[in-house]
């Protein structure tokens, strides 16, 4: 098989389990497989640039810098949707339309709206070519190398498609991931995005698309324009877009008339909420293409298609007061604190204000009556003041910590206030050491987050470095504490000595630190002093991490009192070095084995297949002599060394032989 034909073979295979994996949702391989063969695309695409495709699956990891968008004018404009919010709007429709169309059976396709930023992808000879965001509907953005990293996308279609087509949909971010995001976020001490909707569309517009292809989005797909299509009905277009690869979700139905199309709606007003993504509505769309014909356009929108709005549960209530919350990073959250009030089934007592701008623009003051919504947000919001109260001052935002009286600082451009007194503000301690046990981080059995304030506040500890000074006689008279759970407590930071550097160093909470960087940073320099000794260059070369991360780094070590504050920790044993035993993929398959590799090879380098070779148990001998049992043999194996293996009977395996060994199937 020539190279060419491998590359495409490959390309084919891993197009076709990116289809099962994240549009079907069925995978038929392991992830490790699949990265082995994505791994061997992009060596063999390395070797040989001139088969270079802008459309192979390898592309998809991104790594692009756009800094300006292009404006691209849509081929077939991008209507918007009229709206109805009540099943009468939907009868005097159906009565506008029949005024047209005279007194015909409709039938309509019922789809869900989904919520998130809609999207414009034209397809030209079953490639990807272009995706544009609906802008003004006339032009949009180019934003082809942010869209291509969606796996869910396909980039080369299959079966009977039409030449060139655009194709529809939504680019939206699946509440699991949109939360995963948030949590990672609070992870590294900054403030979460408030909804998935704008989390979407601003994905879209970022410069690096390597960061784009970290973010869990999806396309959900609904409609298709172009010349000579192969369908006239838009239930079926649904249908024959699944087959050429499209994600188009499986909720669609086709209603005989309003009656059905009013039981879509029922039965997805409650149901919603259990679909994996947010939906706002239902769209509703005369299903034959001759009578969307007849039916035209207005000067906005379609005739033929019409959004029915799910009611959003929505309540009023008075606001009582606003509070003030002070967090880890010092970054300050004004909360509503209403009269409490029930709302979808819970009771609602406080809502988020999100900062100071929000409080101006809604001009919301104490004592108003006000509207709060439930949205995809956990905690309810205040959408609108409903009636002006009687203590009509307009709201004025502190100015200093209410925690610790310092005066509050906003950066340019930041949203947030932020309390500058990182070591004397209380709550910005007690975070710090919340962080600093959670279970992510130091992972400390036998103490919760409400101990440690009360530790705080009784004054024993004052940052996490004295947590290893406790003991048993000065806990046992807190509150609720006895011998057997002050015991627990003490243990329980003793063991947290065992926890690996990576954890560590996540754990010391450095701003935008998060897990992975933390795991990056700990596996590049090995040890707390190297890390502490590396320059802003030093660490911007390292993968992965940008100048703000790498910003943040140095500042935290140029800090007399962190550097104090690892200090104490190390001399208390505290692991603030690697320790390269902790492997989860290591096994003891290979004990008693010496390998011995020679040659390139395709799919791993020979770095990673020494380390393969010793996590699993094995050694790696220099030179090929009795002792060998195995020759792992690469391209280019000097032929001297190829006879000696012959002549010592060694027996001589590939690289695919070595993984199937490791993998458990030789
Ligand atoms: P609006 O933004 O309220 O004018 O609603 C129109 C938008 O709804 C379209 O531009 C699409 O982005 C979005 N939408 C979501 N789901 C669908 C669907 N199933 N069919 C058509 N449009 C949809
Ligand atoms: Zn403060």
Not at 110 to 117: I, Q, R, V
Not at 558 to 583: D, S, T
Not at 609 to 624: H, P, Y
Request: hydrophobic share 35%.
């Amino acid at each position: 098989m020539d190279n060419l034909q491998q590359i495409q073979n490959l390309r084919e295979e891993l197009n076709r389990h990116n289809h099962n994996y994240y549009v079907l949702d069925k995978p038929t391989i392991s992830d490790f497989d699949f990265d082995l063969k994505l791994k061997q695309l992009q060596d063999l695409e390395v070797k040989h640039p001139e088969y270079l495709d802008a459309n192979s699956p390898s592309q998809r990891v991104g790594g692009t810098i756009t800094k300006n968008f292009q404006t691209v004018v849509h081929e077939n404009r991008m209507y918007s949707l009229d709206n109805s919010y009540s099943k009468e709007d939907l009868q005097d429709w159906e009565i506008k339309i029949q005024k047209v169309l005279g007194n015909v059976s409709l039938q309509y396709t019922c789809e869900l709206k989904y919520d998130g930023a809609s999207i414009s992808i034209t397809y030209q000879d079953g490639k990807l070519l272009k995706a544009v965001t609906r802008g003004d509907g006339f032009q949009g953005d180019d934003v082809t190398n942010n869209v291509k990293t969606i796996k869910s996308i396909p980039l080369q279609l299959r079966g009977n498609y039409p030449p060139r087509f655009d194709i529809r949909g939504e680019i939206i971010l699946p509440l699991e991931g949109f939360e995963k995001m948030n949590q990672e976020l609070l992870d590294i001490g900054e403030l979460p995005y408030s909804n998935p909707r704008n989390t979407a569309s601003g994905s879209l517009k970022l410069q690096d698309s390597a960061e784009v292809a970290k973010r869990p989005l999806d396309c959900l797909l609904y409609f298709i324009a172009g010349n000579n299509l192969p369908f006239t009905s838009q239930y079926t277009g649904l249908e024959i877009a699944r087959n050429w690869g499209f994600k188009v979700p499986s909720q669609s139905k086709l209603a005989k008339n309003l009656e059905e199309v009013f039981e879509f709606i029922n039965y997805w007003d409650v149901h919603r909420h259990n679909l994996p993504y947010e939906t706002d509505g239902v769209v509703i769309k005369v299903d034959d293409f001759n009578m969307q014909n007849e039916l035209g356009y207005t000067a906005k929108s379609p005739r033929w298609a019409i959004a029915y709005k799910f009611k959003s549960e929505q309540v009023t209530t008075v606001l009582n007061s606003i509070s003030y919350q002070v967090g880890r990073t010092g970054a300050i959250t004004p909360v509503a604190n209403l009269e409490p009030v029930q709302l979808a089934g819970t009771i609602v007592k406080r809502a988020s204000l999100h900062n100071a701008d929000q409080i101006e623009k809604l001009d919301i003051r104490l004592g108003d009556t006000v509207f709060v919504e439930k949205g995809g947000e956990i905690i309810p919001k205040i959408i609108g003041v409903a009636q002006r109260g009687s203590q009509a001052d307009p709201t004025k935002y502190i100015t200093y910590c209410p925690e610790c009286h310092t005066e509050l600082t906003r950066k340019e451009g930041e949203a947030n206030h932020f309390c500058p007194n990182f070591y004397g503000c209380p709550p910005q301690i007690i975070g710090r050491i919340q962080h600093y046990i959670s279970r992510k981080a130091m992972d400390i059995e036998g103490l919760g987050g409400e101990t440690v304030a009360l530790l705080y506040e009784n004054g024993l500890v004052k940052d996490y470095s004295d947590l290893y000074e406790l003991t048993v006689d000065q806990v046992i008279p807190l509150e609720r504490m006895a011998q057997k759970s002050a015991e627990n407590l003490v243990n329980g930071i003793e063991k947290s000595k065992d926890i690996p550097f990576e954890r560590v160093l996540f754990a010391l909470g450095i701003r935008y630190v998060g897990e992975t960087v933390a795991k990056k940073l700990a596996k590049h320099y090995k040890s707390i002093e190297a890390l502490r000794q590396a320059s802003l260059m030093d660490l911007i070369l390292v993968d992965e991490i940008g100048e703000r991360i790498a910003q943040s780094v140095i500042e935290f070590f140029e800090n007399k009192i962190n550097c104090y504050i690892i200090e104490r920790l190390k001399n208390f044993g505290v692991q603030l070095e690697l320790v390269e035993k902790f492997n989860p993929d290591a096994t003891d398959k290979l004990v008693g084995k010496t390998f011995v590799v020679s040659g390139v090879f395709e799919i791993l380098s020979r770095d990673d297949l020494k380390k393969a070779i010793e996590d699993n148990g094995g050694k790696v001998g220099s030179s090929i002599s009795a002792k060998t049992d195995f020759v792992i043999a690469g391209e280019n194996m000097g032929p001297a060394k190829l006879e000696k293996a012959n002549q010592l009977g060694i027996k001589i395996i590939s690289e695919n032989d070595f993984i199937e060994m490791i993998k458990g199937n030789a």
